[in-house]
Nanobody, 121 residues
Framework: VQLMESGGGLVQPGGSLRLSCAASGFTFSSYAMNWVRQAPGKGLEWVSLINSGGGTTDYADSVKGRFTISRDNAKNTLYLQMNSLKPEDTAVYYC???????????????WGQGTQVTVSS
């Protein structure tokens, strides 16, 4: 099983980034997918989820209206479009697979290695 995030980097406040997560080694289309982040010195924070078919999504209040999660099951890839970025969005962003629609990262089955997002002027 492998989940590989990409697309992180340094961006100015108000800017945008698009994260990708390439999956392999499991049946991607059968799993709900999630984005989770960890800011420096803080614990894991659930950010967003999408169901296996892509028709159901949910977001943490802190990112609602600014982030959009999506998936392409034909490409085994998960995305997170991040707009209007704020300094408090600075974190390592992880994608994670789960067998159900849950917002508790402790119950996720597979994790990527993370990609750093830094929002700073």
């Amino acid at each position: 099983v492998q989940l590989m995030e990409s697309g992180g980097g340094l961006v100015q406040p108000g800017g945008s980034l698009r994260l990708s997560c390439a999956a392999s080694g499991f049946t991607f289309s059968s799993y709900a997918m999630n984005w989770v982040r960890q800011a420096p010195g803080k614990g894991l924070e659930w950010v967003s989820l999408i169901n296996s078919g892509g028709g159901t999504t949910d977001y943490a209040d802190s990112v609602k209206g600014r982030f959009t999660i999506s998936r392409d099951n034909a490409k085994n890839t998960l995305y997170l479009q991040m707009n209007s970025l704020k300094p408090e969005d600075t974190a390592v962003y992880y994608c994670a697979a789960a067998r159900a629609l849950i917002t508790d990262p402790a119950r996720y089955n597979y994790w990527g290695q993370g990609t750093q997002v830094t929002v700073s002027s």
